[in-house]
């Protein structure tokens, strides 16, 4: 399938794998907003969060438990960190294969449309 995460699964393009088991991989995001950023993908191609059904919940809820675990071995769990998925045009996701943003080590403002609000 010609899908970018999907060729980091098949080891079609390098990335810098930080976690993997039998049903997620976790890797560092090449343009890293954050100290640490690492995105958490299912090794099932699913295009969007839009498309998830109840057959996906285990590997949905794995994902989120993997970035937990991620945060906590990192070091920044208590201090806090984010955790987003974004979904199709106005959730700015440009890759069409569901990933959990991982980011952490600075603190970060909220809400993310701020930023644009002020340039205005
Ligand atoms: P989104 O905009 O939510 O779809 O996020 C896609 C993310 O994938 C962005 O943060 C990109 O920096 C990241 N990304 C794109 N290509 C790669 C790659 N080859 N390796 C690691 N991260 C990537
Ligand atoms: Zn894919």
Not at 22 to 45: C, G, S, T, W
Not at 74 to 85: H, I, K, L, N, T
Not at 101 to 119: D, E, R, T
Request: net charge negative; hydrophobic share 40%; charged share 20%.
């Amino acid at each position: 399938m010609d899908c970018l995460f999907c060729k980091i699964i098949r080891e079609e393009i390098p990335a810098k794998t930080i976690y993997e088991d039998e049903k997620v991989i976790a890797f560092n995001d090449i343009n890293p907003q954050a100290p640490f950023h690492a995105l958490v993908i299912p090794r099932q191609h699913i295009s969007t969060l839009n498309d998830i059904s109840e057959q996906d919940r285990e590997v949905v809820g794995h994902m989120v438990m993997v970035a937990a675990r991620l945060a906590e071995e990192q070091g920044f769990a208590s201090d806090g960190y984010r955790a987003v998925f974004n979904c199709n045009n106005h959730g700015g996701q440009t890759v069409f294969h569901i990933h959990l943003h991982v980011l952490g080590g600075k603190a970060m403002g909220w809400p993310p449309y701020q930023a644009k609000l002020k340039s205005l």
